[in-house]
Each structure stands twice: as structure tokens, then as C-alpha cells.
């Protein structure tokens, strides 16, 4: 239902762009976003996006430097992350929120997602 891609190795201060195919029940979600999980750390919310108006919200660690969209059906979301950091090093996974939830309360408690596809690791080294 949520099928993530786009990950690889990447030097510091580079970009990347991960995608997401949105099938399924999830189309009909209220949010879908990206967390993040590096080995021994908890989830982190990266970015979400709200299927009824398109605003996005960010983790404050990645605001500025990451862009999160959708296509016009929403059959597809993209996160796009540049000037990229060791410590953004990690397996990020496209989920939907459940019926109800906000972007910005997703960010936070990202363990409220519940719903999410095999991740896609980013590896952020020289």
C-alpha cells in the first residue's frame, strides 16, 4: 500500500529524493508522511503531508532542508533532502496516519503512523 524508493549512499552537504507509491486504503488516509529509524534509536517523524489541503509539516531537524509533495492524484509522494548529514543516516519508511490524525501531531508521536511499507535506507557518508 505504501511502497518507498529512492535511497542510497550519499556524501555530506549532498541530495536525495525519495519517493512513494500511495495504494490502496491508504489513498483515502488524511496524512501520509516519512519517519525515520537509525539502528538503536527510536522513530523520528521527518515530514507528512495533508491529503485534503497539501500543507506540510517537518521535523525541526529537517526544516530547511527538506521538501515534501505530492503528485496531483496523490497516487505518489516525494521527499527531497538536501544539503544532507551523517546523523540523517538512517532507514526512512512512507506511512499513512490514521483517520483523525494531523500532520504536525504525526511529526511528534510518530509512532501514531500506522501503516507503513519496507523501508528505503539512506546512508549519509564520505
Known amino acids: 500500500q505504501l511502497q518507498a524508493s529512492g535511497g542510497g549512499l550519499v556524501q555530506p552537504g549532498g541530495s536525495l529524493t525519495l519517493s512513494c507509491v500511495v495504494s490502496?486504503?491508504?489513498?483515502?488516509?488524511?496524512?501520509v508522511g516519512w519517519f525515520r529509524q537509525a539502528p538503536g534509536k527510536e522513530r523520528e517523524g521527518v515530514a507528512c503531508i495533508s491529503r485534503h489541503s497539501g500543507s506540510t509539516s517537518y521535523a525541526d531537524s529537517v526544516k530547511g532542508r527538506a521538501t515534501m509533495s505530492s503528485t496531483n492524484d496523490k497516487k505518489a509522494v516525494f521527499l527531497e533532502m538536501d544539503a544532507l548529514k551523517p546523523e540523517d543516516t538512517a532507514v526512512y519508511y512512507c506511512?499513512?496516519?490514521?483517520?483523525?490524525?494531523?500532520?504536525?501531531?504525526?511529526?511528534?508521536?510518530?509512532?501514531?503512523?500506522?501503516?507503513w511499507g519496507q523501508g528505503t535506507l539512506v546512508t549519509v557518508s564520505s
Open positions: 490502496g486504503f491508504t489513498l483515502n488516509r488524511p496524512a
Open positions: 506511512a499513512a496516519g490514521p483517520n483523525g490524525a494531523h500532520c504536525p501531531w504525526l511529526i511528534r508521536y510518530p509512532y501514531a503512523f500506522d501503516s
